[in-house]
C-alpha cells in the first residue's frame, strides 16, 4: 500500500540554523510528492512537489528531491527564519490519492 | 488564496446536533476531499468525490456523510455530534488525472461541540 512516515516533532532551531525534515514513503508506481506546509490558524499550503524522480522541487528558500533509490523526499532548508515557524506536511499522490504524513512543527527562535 | 472556500469559517454547536459544512473547490477541480485535523489525531482523511460519485472513503463515522453537487460544490452533514467531532475540517480539491496533479486546500472551517 501507499503510506508517508516522517520525522516526529516537534523541531525547535535558532534563526538562520540548517533545516532538514525527513520523509520516506512507500508506494506502487510512480507517485508524486509533496510538502505542504500549515501556518498557525490556517489551512494547509503547497509549499513544492516534485513529479518523478531525481527532480528537485523548491520554493521560498526550502527544497526536496525525489530519491526513488531511497524512496525519501526529505525537506531543507539553509537558514530558516523565525516566520517559517509552522507544521510541515509530506505526502504523495498516486492514482488520484493523497496520503499525508503526520506532520513535523518547527518552531524558530530568534 | 487556493482557490477553495469553505464555509462557515467557526461555527459553535451542542452535542446532539447537526451541521453542514461547506465546500466549493477551485473552478475546473473535479475531485473533491474532506478531512478532519483534531491536536490528538493529526490530519485525516474522511471522504473523497469525484464528479458527484463517491470515489474514495476514508475514516469517516456513519454519522458522517457527505455529497457532491451537479455544481461539483460539496457538503459535509456531521449529526449526533459528539465532543470529541470537535476539530478543524478541511475540503482540497484537486484535477483528477492530472500528470502533475495536485490537491488545494481551503482554509477550514473550525467546529467546536460544547
Known amino acids: 500500500g501507499n503510506s508517508v512516515t516522517q520525522m516526529e516533532g516537534p523541531v525547535t532551531l535558532s534563526e538562520e540554523a540548517f533545516l532538514t525534515i525527513n520523509c520516506t514513503y512507500t508506494a506502487t508506481g510512480y507517485p508524486s510528492l509533496f510538502w505542504y506546509v500549515q501556518y498557525p490558524g490556517e489551512g494547509l499550503q503547497l509549499l513544492l512537489k516534485?513529479?518523478?524522480?531525481?527532480d528537485k522541487g523548491s520554493n521560498k528558500g526550502f527544497e526536496a528531491t525525489y530519491r526513488k533509490e531511497t524512496t525519501s523526499f526529505h525537506l531543507e532548508k539553509g537558514s530558516v527564519q523565525v516566520s517559517d515557524s509552522a507544521v510541515y506536511f509530506c505526502?504523495?499522490?498516486?492514482?488520484?490519492?493523497?496520503?499525508f504524513g503526520t506532520g513535523t512543527s518547527l518552531t524558530v527562535i530568534p | 488564496d487556493s482557490g477553495v472556500t469553505q464555509t462557515p469559517k467557526h461555527l459553535i454547536t451542542a452535542t446532539g446536533q447537526r451541521v453542514t459544512l461547506r465546500c466549493s473547490p477551485r473552478?475546473?477541480?473535479?475531485?473533491v476531499y474532506w478531512y478532519q485535523q483534531s491536536l490528538d489525531q493529526g490530519l485525516q482523511f474522511l471522504i473523497q468525490?469525484?464528479?458527484?460519485?463517491?470515489?474514495a472513503k476514508g475514516n469517516i463515522l456513519e454519522r458522517f456523510s457527505a455529497q457532491q453537487f451537479p455544481d461539483l460544490h460539496s457538503e459535509l452533514n456531521l449529526s449526533s455530534l459528539e465532543l470529541g467531532d470537535s476539530a478543524l475540517y478541511f475540503c482540497a480539491s484537486s484535477v483528477p488525472g492530472a500528470s502533475d496533479n495536485t490537491i488545494y486546500f481551503g482554509e477550514g472551517s473550525w467546529l467546536t461541540v460544547v
Open positions: 505526502a504523495l499522490s498516486s492514482s488520484d490519492q493523497f496520503y
Open positions: 473552478s475546473g477541480d473535479l475531485s
Open positions: 516534485a513529479t518523478k524522480a531525481d
Open positions: 468525490y469525484y464528479n458527484g460519485e463517491e470515489r
